[in-house]
């Protein structure tokens, strides 16, 4: 039995509205400040040196990145491999991924020595560089995106969504390996220097989408005081379990070869077991909280079907992903760039030993600034245009869903 | 380690010459202007020319840093933090884990063929010039960093400050990245670089600068009958600083 979906506007007349909208346009300020500072007295300011060329605000920013490309993967699901369940939820899909690539790419650029050079950048091209080539990516992505939502939006448009589903998922492949790749490419690195880098991304970029789609759906549900029903919200955690897991794969198999290969030991060794900070970022909070903890929660039966607990285990994906992405940029920069192999090598210029930073205040603030843009989008998105629908039931979102009580147990019984 | 595999190096030869291309498209600016301000009329820069640096280590005294100091002095580096101070040239120091033997080198911008930093430069400020020095412009430069990220030497310093009383002749900028510019202000005036003449100075000769092109130039000759090698050679970049003794 086919049901008609209703979207509609979120109200926005609440005081909580108007409190959520508040605190985040407060955030962003902060960060604009931040910002603002670091620019102003020069990233002497900031924890990043010579060693340590690209900090926090690139944690931040990459995150975000990834996460936003995987995000569009519910409108994937739903307009590429025509899972109708899904398709309710493609819209949100689709604006989350727009905010969170525009708060992602606010950050990079408020980090630049030289944001002001912004038009530089749109107008010199070195055509040679992964980077210009990302610049076209993001700005692409972010027009494919909206074409596509428009397709979905507008009912005369609807039968193109597929074909915009289509471009947009390839997109969103590109988009990522494209991000990948800036670490990819750095040969010179010890941590970087791997092919297997850009295929990880894009699964981690899986993870960390839903991850975040799931959080913002419930929040949004929640609040707006629209029923959500149990049926979508298990399908998602249960693509969620299995996105962990791939997650998880990839870091093994990136780890395994590379202790295959003996001029990465060293590196390896630093990662897993003396590199400190980074060592425990890795087990503790990538390894265990991020990936270990979550899939536990979200497939034990006692907790599985809790969405408290499948927010948490949301959560905790997020945090793990931001302490991977962590360990992947700034531990990659810690570890000494090995330019004399077998030689014990020291400097003026650290080079040899492990590079120490701190993240610092303003870089903090700059990237917790950049989330605000997304979420501001999206909360003026779904205030704006009808991007949600009125209702989740899972009679609109489980295709087996019966009206009648016995079909509905048989289906009960085969799922 | 000099030799590539033929069409390995063609390959690179030609994304080399598009890189330069690139370079001199996108920098036409700071190419005039050094042509005209430091060059005689007649002579343009050209790829007939490589320069290039020849370090014997066996020459470089411990605990000197002549070099290091002159260079800090030709462009007034340095500032009170070591981990922001742009250094374009340091000294390192290298222990043979085996078997003890000890050495110590200057360690500079390897003016490299085919410099992974104007690679990945998304702006084009990252150049190199036909003469096979590479610099940045600092016009252009939007300080993304990602140059710092992909060199091997880590070569390459980020002004993290306001600057004071800047040499004229070596503009930098606060925000922009820098790297040992080969003192290309010098070398237009057929002059050698600061950091050379202050080994010299010193007595001690370690190193040599000069067109790698030139058959007849001094480095040629050293290149040609002893043996030396690149740092990283295993990359090939095809190195313009060559080192002797390690
Ligand atoms: S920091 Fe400047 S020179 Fe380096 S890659 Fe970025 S734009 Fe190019």
């Given at each position: ?8 506007e ?53 995150f975000?990145?990834?996460?936003a ?36 790419l ?77 670490f990819?490419?750095?040969v ?24 975040i789609?799931l ?38 198999v ?6 295959y290969?003996?001029?990465?030991h ?43 607990w ?38 003026s ?8 930073y ?45 009206t ?12 | ?10 390959r ?73 101070d ?6 390192v ?13 200057p ?30 412009d600092?016009?252009?430069c939007?300080g993304?960093?990602y ?39 010098r ?6 670089p ?21 058959p ?31």
């Open positions: 039995m086919k049901q008609q979906i209703h979207y509609r979120i109200d926005g007349r609440s005081p909580g509205f108007f409190a959520l909208l508040g605190l985040i346009g407060a955030l962003i300020l902060v960060g604009l400040g931040a910002a603002y500072y670091m620019e102003h007295n020069g990233h002497y300011v900031t924890g990043m040196t010579n060693q340590i060329v690209w900090g926090t605000p690139h944690v931040f920013a990459v975000l990145i990834v996460a490309s995987g995000a569009l993967n519910v409108a994937s699901i739903s307009s590429v491999f025509g899972k109708t369940a899904y398709k309710p939820l493609a819209r949100l899909s689709g604006l989350l991924a727009i905010a969170l690539l525009v708060g992602g606010a950050v990079l650029v408020l980090d630049l020595g030289r944001p002001d050079r912004l038009i530089v950048a749109m107008t010199k091209y070195n055509f040679k560089s992964i980077f210009a080539w990302n610049i076209f990516l993001y700005t692409g992505f972010m027009v494919i995106v909206a074409v596509y939502m428009w397709f979905l939006m507008e009912r005369k448009m609807n039968r193109f969504s597929k074909v915009g589903g289509l471009t947009a998922f390839i997109w969103r492949i590109m988009l990522t390996t494209g991000t990948g790749s800036i990819g490419f750095l010179a690195r010890q941590a970087y220097d791997a092919a297997l880098m850009a295929p990880m991304f894009v699964i981690m970029s899986f993870s960390y989408g839903l991850a789609y959080l913002v759906l419930m929040a949004a549900y929640k609040w707006t005081n629209r029923p959500l029903g149990d049926a979508i919200i298990f399908r998602l955690k249960n693509l969620l379990g299995v996105f962990i897991a791939s997650v998880l794969y990839f870091v093994v990136y780890h395994l070869t590379n202790l290969m003996t001029e990465h060293s590196y390896e060794r630093f990662v897993l077991m003396d590199g400190g900070v980074y060592t425990q970022l890795f087990w503790v909070v990538q390894i265990l909280l991020g990936s270990l903890l979550p899939l536990l929660l979200l497939y034990l039966p006692a907790t599985g079907k809790s969405r408290t499948i927010g948490i285990s949301a959560a905790l994906v997020i945090i793990g992903g931001m302490a991977q992405i962590y360990i992947i940029i700034i531990g990659g920069q810690a570890f000494p760039l090995v330019l004399f192999p077998g030689m014990e090598v020291s400097s210029f650290y080079d040899g030993v492990v590079s120490h701190a993240p610092s205040l303003p870089e903090i603030l700059l990237g917790i600034g950049g989330t605000a843009i997304a979420a501001i989008i999206v909360l003026l998105g779904v205030r704006v245009l009808r991007f949600l629908p009125v209702s989740l039931e899972d009679k609109y979102t489980d295709p087996h869903h019966e009648t009580g016995t079909a509905a147990q048989a289906s009960e019984a085969t799922a | 380690m000099t030799e590539n595999s033929n069409t390995d190096k063609s690179r030869q030609f994304l080399g010459s598009a890189a330069v291309a690139a370079g001199m498209a996108v920098a036409p600016g700071v190419i005039l202007h050094q042509t005209a301000s430091a060059k005689p009329a007649d002579e343009a820069i050209s790829s007939k020319v490589r320069w290039g640096m020849l370090i014997d280590t066996a020459k470089c005294a411990n605990g000197c840093d002549a070099c290091v100091s002159a260079c800090d002095e030709e462009h007034n580096l340095g500032g009170g933090r070591s981990e922001t742009a250094q374009w040239i340091r000294k120091e290298l222990r043979d884990k085996q078997t003890g033997h000890s050495l110590t080198m360690l500079l911008c390897q003016h490299c063929e085919f410099p992974p930093c104007v690679d990945v430069c998304p702006t084009g400020a990252s150049f190199r010039r036909e003469d096979g020095i590479v610099l940045v600092k016009h252009i939007i993304c960093r140059c710092m990220m992909a060199c091997p030497y880590k070569a390459r310093s980020f002004i993290h400050e306001d600057l004071h009383d800047q040499k004229p002749y070596s503009p930098r900028g606060k925000g922009t990245v820098e790297s040992c510019t080969f003192c290309v202000h070398v237009d005036r057929d002059e050698t600061a950091c050379v003449e202050a080994c010299d100075a010193e007595g001690h000769n370690a190193m040599i600068f000069g067109d790698m092109n030139n007849d130039s001094e480095i040629s000759r050293q290149l040609a009958s002893y043996s030396s090698s690149q740092i990283r050679g295993d990359l090939g970049l095809n190195t313009g600083v060559r080192y002797r003794g390690i």
